[in-house]
């Protein structure tokens, strides 16, 4: 899988969208961008993949550009409840299925 | 339904003591994943069954690691002779099946809550 690339920390404000950027430069064809994320104490929580197209669904939103080479995460009105660490992982089919997590993205949501 | 469930929650060894760490995937789910999860780092991948089938243990760290899932439901990570290195979180996750999503097969982990293992 390829390897992707996070920041290490946001913020943003409860009620405001929270854009969170990851870079795969290195995407094969076959592989997926997915995103999960882990509140603390918790185990990771899938939110939304996708390969090419722009999806959406309750949770939140995924933007790949056309090259595929990078993509952002909006979740749409944050809350506090959505401070967590967000994983983005670029992922083929193929394999096992096991999911290769780089460092993410710790998102602190404030009030 | 249930999700998956990890037990015990915290366990607290003594380095050189042996540990069996339990895992109860959703019912029906033929995919079950163990990972590490050391502090402050994301998970990391250790052995993967598909039904009782261990098909993948590449990250397994050593020899004193054992995962079984004899059933094809329940597995087991049992990890001997236990050092203070092995202190982590262990996170269990359970698919509907492994194959990647352009397979139109199922592509979500669901995670457990995970166990403390913390070696003194």
């Known amino acids: 899988d390829a390897k992707t690339t996070q920041p290490t920390s946001m913020d943003c404000a409860e009620g405001r969208a929270a854009n969170l950027p990851c870079n795969h430069s290195?995407?094969?064809?076959?592989?997926?961008v997915y995103w999960y994320r882990q509140i603390h104490s918790q185990g990771p929580q899938y939110i939304i993949h996708?390969?090419?197209n722009n999806e959406t669904n309750e949770m939140a939103s995924l933007i790949i550009t056309e090259d595929r080479k990078s993509s952002t995460l909006i979740l749409p009105h944050a809350t506090l409840r959505d401070t967590a660490v967000y994983y983005c992982?670029?992922?083929?089919?193929?394999?096992?299925?096991?999911?290769?997590f780089g460092q993410g993205t710790t998102l602190q949501v404030k009030p | 339904g249930a999700g998956v469930s990890q037990s015990p929650r915290y366990k607290v060894a003594k380095r050189g003591q042996d540990v069996a760490l339990r895992c109860d995937p959703i019912?029906?789910?033929?995919?079950l994943f163990w990972y590490q999860q050391a502090l402050g780092q994301g998970p990391e991948f250790l052995t993967y069954f598909q039904n009782e089938a261990q098909l993948d243990k590449s990250g397994l760290p050593s020899d004193r690691f054992f995962a079984e899932r004899p059933e094809g439901s329940v597995s087991t990570l049992k990890i001997q002779r236990t050092q203070q290195e092995d202190s982590a979180v262990y996170l269990c996750a359970s698919s509907l099946t492994n194959n990647g999503p352009g397979q139109g097969f199922s592509y979500e982990q669901y995670f457990g809550p995970g166990t403390r293992l913390t070696v003194t």
């Open positions: 996708g390969l090419k």
């Open positions: 290195t995407i094969s064809g076959n592989e997926y």
């Open positions: 992982i670029a992922h083929g089919s193929g394999n096992t299925g096991k999911l290769i």
């Open positions: 019912s029906g789910h033929v995919s």
